[in-house]
């Protein structure tokens, strides 16, 4: 079975610019949740999806949103690139919400502003 | 703000040796999970253990949960190189799959 896909691997972007990271989850898995880390404040969540609705949302701006499709597939988008968005952007998935489910993330997308 | 505090930050041993590794949080869990992340990858899941339970084993993995004193420790025996990585401790809010993650702790392994 094929894991956790994040694609691309490496994005370089300049300030202002918008940004789309895509994650394909394990077969089967309904529920995705994306991460992001950094040196400073380690790994924080960002937003959480579950047949299609966002779920759970962390305290990040109005710049990062996401989406999740009718496959399980999600896109996360950064707006209006600020240099502090620089971070790798992880992604995991798991089979359904709850609290007893292993997360099975993906190698992240190592996301630079310029 | 991170649920979980690792400690220590990092952690040098010979292989060979156990390596130990604790993890603190602030609230009430209904379980603790630790992941272990290799350089430039995404994490792993190692191991879950319930608010009920206060001790586990996978392999050569002992994990140890005391919830009156909110910590939880990890302990890895007969370290070889190929364990050098970052480990981290996550605990869940709520119903969802918001994760807190600790600081996480780096270890190396000198072959």
């Known amino acids: 079975k094929a894991g956790v896909t994040q694609t691309p691997r490496y994005l370089i972007k300049t300030r202002g610019q918008q940004v789309t990271l895509s994650c394909s989850p394990i077969?089967?898995?309904?529920?995705v949740s994306w991460y992001q880390q950094t040196p400073g404040q380690g790994l924080q969540f960002l937003f959480e999806?579950?047949?299609?609705?966002?779920?759970n949302k962390g305290n990040f701006p109005g710049r990062f949103s996401g989406r999740q499709f009718s496959n399980s597939r999600s896109e996360m988008n950064v707006s209006t690139l600020e240099l502090g968005d620089s971070a790798l952007y992880l992604c995991?998935?798991?089979?359904?919400?709850?609290?007893?489910?292993?997360?099975?993330f993906g190698d992240g997308t190592r996301l630079s502003i310029l | 703000s991170q649920q979980g505090e690792e400690d220590p930050q990092a952690l040098s041993i010979q292989e060979g040796e156990n390596a130990t590794m604790n993890c603190s949080y602030k609230?009430?869990?209904?379980?603790l999970q630790w992941y272990r992340q290799n350089s430039g990858r995404g994490l792993v899941h190692l191991i879950l253990?319930?608010?009920?339970?206060r001790e586990k084993h996978s392999g050569r993995l002992r994990v140890t949960l005391d919830t009156s004193k909110k910590s939880s420790s990890l302990l890895i025996t007969a370290s070889r190189a190929a364990d050098t990585a970052s480990y981290f401790c996550?605990?869940?809010?709520?119903?969802?799959?918001?994760?807190?993650f600790g600081t996480g702790t780096s270890l190396t392994v000198i072959p």
């Open positions: 995991a998935s798991s089979l359904h919400q709850g609290t007893n489910q292993p997360q099975h």
């Open positions: 077969s089967g898995h309904r529920s």
């Open positions: 999806y579950f047949s299609e609705t966002q779920r």
């Open positions: 609230t009430s869990i209904n379980n």
């Open positions: 253990i319930r608010s009920n339970e």
């Open positions: 996550a605990t869940i809010k709520g119903t969802g799959n918001q994760f807190y």
